[in-house]
């Protein structure tokens, strides 16, 4: 687990994470494959995993092949490759926010939840002032279909698209991802919305 205020990276190529704690004196460390075991690699200027890390555990076997992110309000989702974890600390309701490589300030996407059924807030409420629904859809997810929308909307002269996903966490919760992003980054971030959507579990 890392320490806050902390980045966390995944290289395009290689199955390499990089931790980096932000604070007066930043440290990094990476953490790779070594056959079938974990490896930490620290940065420079880090002398110690500790700096990073509030826990680690070094050679240790990795069980799966893939990377997910766990949130102790009882969810996990995954964390695809290319992709930036920001912590966001006290100053917004979700715990993290992910961001693709190369993208613009505040292109990023972010779960909220799990909310009760009864209490989720509905789609249709979830648009701005000035906002435009341009498409709805329903995916097939982990453990049920997904509510889609998307939103259209312009800022400082620039189009915006938002997609938020209702996505099922069994019968009685569900989880609110939100992933936005410009003209330019609309593919890039649209696939990653329907990817941390569809695995959300």
Known sequence: ?????FELGRLASGDVVIVHHRASSPAELRIGR????MQITLGVGTTSPEEVLLDFYVDQPLEAPGWLLGCDAGYRMPWPAGTRVWSTKDHVSWPVELTLAGGQPDEKLYVQGPFARADAPALGTL???GSELVGRVELRGARGVIEAIEIRSVHEGAEWRQWRYLVPLGDALVALVTAQASSAGYHGMLALGKTIAAGVC
Not at 1 to 5: I, K, N, V
Not at 34 to 37: N, P, V
Request: charged share 35%; net charge positive.
């Open 1 to 5: 687990m890392p320490r806050l205020p």
């Open 127 to 129: 648009m701005g002032a």
């Open 34 to 37: 070594k056959g079938d075991r």
